[in-house]
Every structure is written in C-alpha cells, then in structure tokens.
C-alpha cells in the first residue's frame, strides 16, 4: 500500500465532511479524492517552473518545460485520478527544488537547512514511491561532491529520511524493513514472479520502450531540446547560481534511473502491462521537461537580442503549452467504466462477505465504490496478495477480530497454508468468500482442494465447501431420469436444493452493462481489461447455466408457454428486463436460467469482435435449442429459425476457420438440427392461438 498518500486522503476527506469544499462535492467522495491528485500534480508543476527560473531559464520557456510535463498524454490521466503519481511528482519536484537552493546556499549556513530538508522529502518520497531511491542515489554522490562537508551531517540526515519513512509499515521492525526493500515485489525486480507477467532478458525492449515513450510525450521532437539543454548546462561555466554541477545531476539522474529500470524491469510488455510500466517513465520525464526548458532558453538567447528574445520566448512557451494541450486533450469526466464496473461486481454480494480482488484495478474500483460511495461498506474488500503479507493477521484482528491461524504468514514457502484459512474463515467464523480474478491463492498452494470447491457469482467466484458443491452437482447431474423442461425440478424433490442456488446466482448477476460497454478502448487500458473481464464472466455464467438447464434432448418439442413469454423472449437484449419476479413466476426455472443466459451472450455478442465470438456463438446456439422447445407455435419457431439458422451458419464457418475438433462441434447434427426445426414451423398447431 501507500500509507502516505492514505493519510493525505484521510486528511483531504475531513476537509469535505467539514465542508471546505462547499455544497456541490458534500456528497461526492471519489470526485475530492481526484481533487487531491489535481492539487498535488498541480503543486508539482509550480515547484518544476520555480526550479526552471533558479536555473536560469526564461519564462516562456520555463512554461514550455511546465506544459510538456503537465499536460503530457498519459500522464496527465493519472493526475486527475486518485493514484500515488501526483503525490511521487510533487515529492520529486521539492527533492530537485531543494537541491536547486542547496546548491546556491553551498558556503553559507543554510546549506545545512535545505541538505535536511531534502532528506526528509527523500524519506517521504520513499515511502511512497520506491522508485525515487534511483533519483536519491545520485543525489548523495551530488552531495558529497558539490560539498564534502555535508559528511559532518551524515547522522542528521539519516534521521530526517527515517522521520520521512515513518508513515511507511510502521507496525513492526519487521514490517518497515519488508516495505524499505520491496520484499513484496522482490528487491531487485519490478514485479513478483507471477506467471504471465515476468520476462528476464528484456532490457533491450525496455530501453526502446523508454525512448518511444519520450517521444510521444514530447510531441516527437522537443525531447531533442533536453539534450541541447543538458549540453548548454554542463558545457558552459556560469558564476552564478546554480553551478554546472546541477546540470550534471540531472543528467546522472536520467541516466542512472533508465538504466537500472530498463536492466532489472521483468514486466512483460504486453496489453495492459504497458499501462502499468508506462507509469515509470514519468519519474524521468520530470527531468527531461526541465532539461527542454533550458534547451529552448538557450536557443532562444542565441538570438543575441534582447527585445526579439523576450518576444520569442513568450511566443514559444505558449505555442507549446496550445500544442501539448490541443494534441492530448482528454475528457474523463463521464468516462465512469471503472465505477460502474464495480458497482456491478459488489452490489449483489451478501451481506458482510469477504471480497479478495486481484489486481489494481478491481482492487481499487471496488473499494472506492464499497467505502468512499458508501454503497456496501459492509464488505470487507482485500488485496489477494495482502494475504501474503505481515500484516494480515494484524489485519484480520484489528478489522474482524478474527485470529488467523499462525503468528504471521510473509512472504517465505510454508508460511501460509489455504485449507487452515479457509476452515477459519468460512466453517469456523461462518463468513462468505469472494474473489475476483484469475486466482485467490498462489498456484502452489493446493492445501484447499479437498475440501473447497468454486462456483460462479456473477462477475466474482465463491469458495464454498466441497460438500455443498457435491449437494448441489448431485441435484442438477443425477444419473435419475430428467424430468422434462415444464415439470422442473419441483415436481423431482429437487428444488430445495437447486431453487436457493440458483435464485442467489440469478440476484449476483448483473442487472446492466458497464458505463462505455460498446467503447473500443485500447488493449493497454484498465477499462478494456476489466470489460474483457466482465465478457469472460458473462460467458462463464451464461455456459454455467445452460449446463443447469439443458436437461432434454433440444430435437423433442416440449409444452407450449403463454404467449406473453414468446414477447420477451423475441425482444429481450439486456439482463434487465429479467427482473420482474412476478411475470416470471410461472414459467420453468430452467426456462428462467436459459432466458437469463440467452441475454448475457446477447450483451456480449453486442460488441465483440467477429472473429473472436465463436464460443458465445456456439453456447448462445445450443441455449436457442433449448429455448424452441419451450414455445410449440409455428409462429414463434419462424422468429426463431431465422436467428438459430444464422448462428448455426455462422457456427459452421467459424468451426472450419478455427480447424476445431468435431468432438466439439458436430456440423451434420448442427445441420439436421436445421431441418428439424424447418418442418416444425411448416406444421400447423391447434392448440396455438
């Protein structure tokens, strides 16, 4: 976590209870908290103009420098959002403004003051974000080389950056040095060994992506002028403050943090991996955005005329700020997916349940919604990896006044075992487990296995006990014969068992699609990550139910349904319109199931991709078989012979396109299922109306 930026928020969020921030935003939790980020990015872009001016560079190019930084296309997503960003740049820019004083008070007392002062942002900004320690680095040896004195210091500075490090995992000795070094992540790496996101021997593609993300930020070409203002800062000998030194210090800094961050980086770039070490080249750019003002001031004084200088450098500065603006302006204002993913995923969870999100972005969404929306803050919403940590025995007791089992669990093999969790949580302490991701446990431990199963919930899946699991199985897959498609399971003594089932997974199901649910958004985005999510968990249920329902052979015709039924059957596009109860009363459950089913693969099929559908088209075929038998009418097997002879066309051609196995997808009886159907609706029925 980032306890920092926690307690700013907590800080932040008492000012809007108190009203600081008027009337409009009393009730509008989320939108403060992306205020904060706001105010912080903002704090960032004074300190950068400020340092631009203490080193010599003219106004407008000063305000070049700022509108490259601050108006830069990705990062100015995360400035307008709650994320640890704002907070790192604006720590970033009081370390370099800090140096920036230090080094023109160096033969003066106050070089003292800002040298501890910079210590103290140095341990806040590790608390933060542990990256800066690669700017901090080259900073000491800066130090030390611009004023060997400094070494009489050293016990004063260390305390300062332990003060600053104290709003870290203060809870233990244990707990401050796991956070010091990472021990989550690995020291000496960006990411956990997690499968699917590691790759060693990437540095190469690392320092390519770097370059191409300079580029983009800088309009294509500015980043040219860093370089003219690094040579122009180190080159020429100046008398005044700052010395050429400074100029030396950025450059170590750009350079030591790419290196090392494009050399010990194992994250795959690939889809939304991208995003994530997108974040990383911001750090840098902070830099290079000052480096570019001092280029452009440069090339501006070159002119050698001072009337005609103050009138390009104005012009410049401000034709970059309209450029970097108009180029990468973006409204996020009603770009609410992540909200209203969330809200979907936790509104129909059981009172009190356990939630364990794995990754940021199901993580965060849902505990903005559950805590900061106050929509379920009777959840208790936790990182799957949080289970890892030291502090989640602590965390158990402090929050449930549960005691986990063992006296702490790390991050070292054996520490945590799964089956003594489970029995503690769910068979001791009687509470619901829900996770949301590919996963709740590392894939190593199976401890759980025997005695848990999963089933589907909507967008999250449920650990129960395995002896429920088999109660229910044996209700829905006995080897009895099945009663046909309008007795159901009442009349089989079985809907005891299934009818509580399946009425708890109809109510976790979602009623809507996400806010932008038909945007293409780009693999590289968190929206397009949790909406692929959302599809594959709409497939998952959709498939999950068929299965419950398919009980009959789909080529015997079953009872006639009223009418009222065949209306919404033919119009039904959206989970929605299945939530009147009553209307629904008298038709079958394992019709209700299909009905369901059929609307979710409609939803999904609303947007994805022609060649990517294949497996929706072939549930969504077998759930339309399914469905015929239930209305006997040629009138409404004509409406259904049109949609079911276009999938099973479009089946047919994307079988043969994907070369998949005829175990799977017989086209004969796909076929012979066509003709069947064609002689229905030629039959007259007297019992229709």
Known sequence: GYPLLLILARVWNAARELGFFGNALQTEPLKVYNLLSVTLSS?????????????????????????IFGFAPHLRTYATQLEVFSLNHALIGLMIFAATKFDAAVGTP???????????????????QHTTILFILPMIIWVLWRWPGALRHSLSCVLCIFVG???????????????????????????GNEPGVIDYGGSWKNWVFFFEELQQ???????????????????????????????????????????VMATLSNMKLDGVL???????????????????????????????????????????????????????????????????????????????????????APLFSTMAVAFAANVRPDLFILSANMLLSDSAVSLFKRSL??????DRYGYLPGNFNAREFLDTIIKKHGLRVFYIGS?????????????????????????????????ISDALFSEEPHPNAFTDWKRSGKNEVVGPYIAELFKMLPTTLPTHFDRNYSTTT????VLRNFKIAMSNNAEQLLVFAAYDDPLEADVQLPVRFCDLLSNNQTVALLGDEEFLSSAPERYRMLLVARSLLQSNRLVSPKDSNFVDDLILLRISQQLVRFHMCPSVHRRFFEEIAALTATAITQSKKFNVDSNTFERSEALNYIRKLKSWTDKPNPTCR
């Open 110 to 128: 106050s070089a003292r003051t800002w040298l501890l002062f910079g210590c103290a942002v140095s341990g806040l900004a590790m608390s933060n």
């Open 401 to 406: 006044n549960i005691q986990l089992p063992g």
């Open 439 to 471: 996963r709740m446990f590392v894939d190593e431990d199976h401890s759980f296995a025997d005695a848990y199963a999963v089933r589907l919930a909507g967008i999250s899946n449920e650990i129960i006990p395995k002896e429920y699991h088999e109660k």
């Open 217 to 259: 930020q800088t309009m294509g070409v500015l980043w040219i002028f860093a370089g003219i203002g690094a040579a122009f800062g180190i080159i020429k000998y100046s008398r005044t403050s700052p010395s050429q030194s400074l100029w030396v210090l950025f450059v170590l800094m750009i350079v030591f943090y790419t290196t």
């Open 526 to 529: 968190w929206e397009f990550d």
């Open 274 to 360: 991208i995003d994530v070490m997108r974040r990383f080249t911001f750090q840098p750019l902070f830099v290079v955005s000052i480096l570019i003002a001092k280029g452009l001031s440069e090339t501006v004084d070159l002119l050698r005329c001072e009337s005609l200088s103050l009138l390009i450098d104005f012009c410049v500065g401000i034709l970059v700020l309209i450029m970097q603006v108009t180029l990468h302006w973006a409204d996020h204002g009603n770009d609410r997916v992540m909200e209203s993913f969330a809200r979907l995923a936790i509104e129909g969870l059981p009172k009190g349940a356990l939630l364990f999100a794995l990754g940021d």
């Open 43 to 67: 704090l960032s872009l004074g300190l950068m103009y400020r340092v631009c001016r203490l080193c010599g560079c003219r106004p407008g190019a000063a305000l070049a420098g700022v509108a």
């Open 165 to 191: 490090l104290s709003p870290g995992e203060t809870d233990s000795w244990n707990g401050m040095v796991c956070h010091f070094l990472r021990r989550e992540f690995g020291t000496f790496s960006l990411v």
